[in-house]
């Protein structure tokens, strides 16, 4: 890649706005753009030159993009430099991407609830209400994350299936 076409530019834009509403560093989510669009992997200084962002800025958002698990370091014959690449696969990026959050956001939070339900529920505590709305929170936060665990040891072509059922479980199940 020498030069981004005006498509390119526009997915990069757009990836960069959207990972800032999915709470991610614009230029995190505009190299990660960058990475999936690109047909063989790129080292930094492309990354620099094409994005025109600072190479401290691409060195940390491609850390946290390796600690995200979908962009991982290539080597390339003949040159001594990092090269990155993204996953291709959507699929299998999101599942990845998935299991990231439920680990990083939904597990404490999980672990959280059950601290304090236990805190509600000791002699003395007098806060019925609060326990009632927070042992109901961490029984919908524990079956979805069961429910998320099960649906995870599907493989790939499972889910697809599954997700391409929508309207024929929405009649099974009585969503008319």
Not at 52 to 72: G, P
Not at 80 to 109: C, G, N, Q, Y
Not at 151 to 176: A, E, N, Y
């Amino acid at each position: 890649m020498s030069k981004l076409t005006p498509v390119q530019q526009k997915f990069i834009l757009h990836w960069g706005e959207m990972g800032l509403k999915w709470g991610i560093n614009r230029t995190v989510a505009q190299i990660h753009a960058l990475l999936f669009i690109s047909p063989k992997p790129l080292n930094a200084e492309q990354i620099c030159d094409l994005l025109d962002v600072a190479r401290s800025n691409v060195s940390t958002s491609l850390r946290e993009l390796q600690n995200w698990k979908i962009v991982k370091v290539v080597h390339t014959m003949g040159d001594r430099r990092d090269h990155f690449e993204s996953m291709k696969d959507a699929w299998e990026m999101f599942r990845v991407v998935l299991d990231e959050r439920k680990m990083r956001e939904i597990d404490p939070t999980v672990a959280m609830l059950r601290d304090c339900v236990a805190e509600t529920e000791k002699p003395g505590a007098k806060d019925e209400y609060t326990r009632e709305r927070l042992a109901s929170l961490r029984d919908f936060f524990v079956t979805m994350s069961g429910w998320y665990d099960q649906v995870d040891q599907l493989p790939t072509s499972g889910i697809i299936k599954f997700v391409k059922m929508g309207d024929k479980l929405r009649k099974l199940f009585g969503g008319g």
